[in-house]
């Protein structure tokens, strides 16, 4: 009698992974790509303190960019309903509560990055 040989859990844990990596981002199952999406908001929504700008200069998009592919996404939602839902609460108390003023800086990174960004952002 012949035994199959189980991976480890962690080496098949790590083949999933590699696996998974590699899939396109259109592989990701719509309730995958769901969950995934309500754990970046919420975690925004918690990191406060990762300004708009900041995120802009690094990955050229920010919470209003994500409320702004939600509302395009829905179809039915205001500018103001979709940002109330990725800031948590609506965005002008967002912007007075968190929202520190940017600097020279960061709105020249925020400038480059953004120049990077496929057309359809």
Do not use: Y
Request: aromatic fraction near 4%; proline fraction near 3%.
């Amino acid at each position: 009698m012949e035994f199959k040989r189980e991976a480890p859990h962690n080496e098949a844990s790590q083949q999933r992974k590699g696996r998974i990596a590699m899939q396109q981002v259109t592989d990701i199952s719509d309730a995958v790509a769901a969950a995934a999406f309500r754990r970046l908001v919420k975690h925004l929504q918690h990191r406060h303190d990762a300004q708009n700008i900041d995120l802009m200069g690094l990955a050229g998009f920010c919470r209003n960019c994500l409320a702004d592919w939600v509302m395009e996404a829905d179809g039915q939602l205001t500018k103001d309903a979709a940002r109330e839902i990725i800031h948590g609460m609506p965005a002008a108390e967002w912007k007075a509560k968190h929202q520190t003023e940017a600097t020279p800086e960061q709105l020249k990174r925020m400038q480059e990055s953004v120049a990077k960004n496929a057309p359809s952002h």
